[in-house]
């Protein structure tokens, strides 16, 4: 089973060109300065841009493919993505930004709120369910980031820069509760990161991009020895 990614895909003058099989287990960072194509890549996985030529399949079930014009909703695909800074709905109390995805599939609020309680009770959210966004730390946001996207039980785990914007101090404590994340996740595990260390900490192997390309992909253990 894997998730296969072989496509290219053109925003205006720039162009991302991957060929890239992901297997189950693995948790994989994508690094590379800005502009290279990791956040491109990522939303292209979760269905937020169509890819331009290839394909991109998921244990063989196809979710683009520009030549066959297939296209599936992303909200058809079993994929959770965790975006930078969160992006929690201003509107919605913690809890109702958890249940969300479930509310979506129209499942009842007190089923919804009670299949979020061990996410709940694991990111240490249950003092904060009334709160709106704007009222918690980073760390927290990110938390209920997380969590929102977990209660759905997605096959893929997507993390687009998760820590960045947060203090040393923090970053270094949801480092810690995102492997932990990642190491009970059974799917698939993309990270995007800036950090090297959030990558040597958390990752199985790395990929990087540059201008749209991948220029190299391997084992962390072969990372750090080219560092």
């Known amino acids: 089973m894997t998730l296969d990614t072989r496509f290219t895909l053109s925003r205006g003058t720039f162009t991302l060109d991957v060929n890239l099989v992901f297997n189950e287990g693995e948790v994989v960072a994508i690094m590379g300065p800005n502009g290279s194509g990791k956040s491109t890549f990522l939303h292209a996985i979760a269905g937020l841009l169509p890819v331009t ?56 609020r007190a089923a919804a709120a009670t299949q979020a309680q061990p996410l709940i009770n694991q990111f240490a959210l249950a003092e904060l369910l009334e709160r709106q966004p704007r ?60 950090d090297s260390e959030d990558a040597l900490a958390m990752a199985d192997r790395i990929i990087e991009l540059d201008q749209g390309k991948v220029i190299w992909d391997g084992p962390v253990s072969e990372y750090r020895e080219k560092r």
């Open 135 to 194: 009222e918690l730390s980073g760390g927290q946001a990110q938390r209920v980031a997380i969590a929102r996207v977990l209660v759905t039980q997605p096959k893929v785990l997507l993390l687009d820069e998760p820590m960045s914007g947060l203090d040393t101090a923090t970053r270094q404590l949801i480092r810690q509760e995102f492997r932990e994340v990642l190491a009970s996740f059974a799917g698939y595990r993309i990270l995007v990161t800036h």
């Open 53 to 108: 030529s290839g394909t991109l399949a998921l244990n063989g079930e196809t979710f683009d493919d520009a030549t066959a014009d297939t296209f599936v909703d992303p909200t058809q695909r079993t994929i959770g993505i965790v975006f930078q800074g969160g992006l929690l709905f201003e509107t919605m109390t913690v809890l109702e930004n958890i249940v969300f995805g479930l509310r979506a599939r129209k499942i009842k």
